[in-house]
């Protein structure tokens, strides 16, 4: 069993930066992606950001230019910079990872969600 815990989140003014981290642990086999979702209220839970072993990051168009999802394989850890915040980035993001136990197993798993609120 892998656990991701969040930390970050927050209230922050328009046009301000903050990041997002993200630390897996447990019975970790080999993480392949971490990304990036957020749920804003009334919306569905959307894909931010993905960052894949061997693969350019991915961001969704909204966040493009602003949004950098890195990785630290050492620490396990995905982080989102989330720059020239806007009032529409408020949600609930949260974080996820795909660990591959084996050739044919990949397990999901979802960290615990985090507020962002961006006011105006």
């Known amino acids: 069993q892998v656990q991701l815990v969040q930390s970050g989140g927050g209230l922050v003014q328009a046009g301000e930066s903050h990041r997002l981290s993200c630390a897996a642990s447990?019975?970790?086999?080999?993480?392949?992606?971490m990304a990036w979702y957020r749920r804003a209220p009334g919306k569905e839970r959307d894909l931010v950001a993905s960052?894949?072993?061997?693969?350019?990051?991915h961001y969704a168009d909204s966040v493009k230019g602003r949004f950098t999802i890195s990785r630290d394989n050492a620490k396990n850890t995905v982080y989102l910079q989330m720059e020239r915040l806007k009032p529409e980035d408020t949600a609930v993001y949260y974080c996820?990872?795909?660990?591959?136990?084996?050739?044919?197993?990949?397990?999901?798993?979802w960290g615990q969600g985090t507020q962002v609120t961006v006011s105006s």
């Open positions: 996820f990872a795909d660990d591959r136990i084996s050739d044919t197993v990949i397990r999901n798993y």
């Open positions: 960052i894949t072993t061997g693969e350019m990051p």
């Open positions: 447990g019975s970790i086999s080999s993480l392949i992606s």
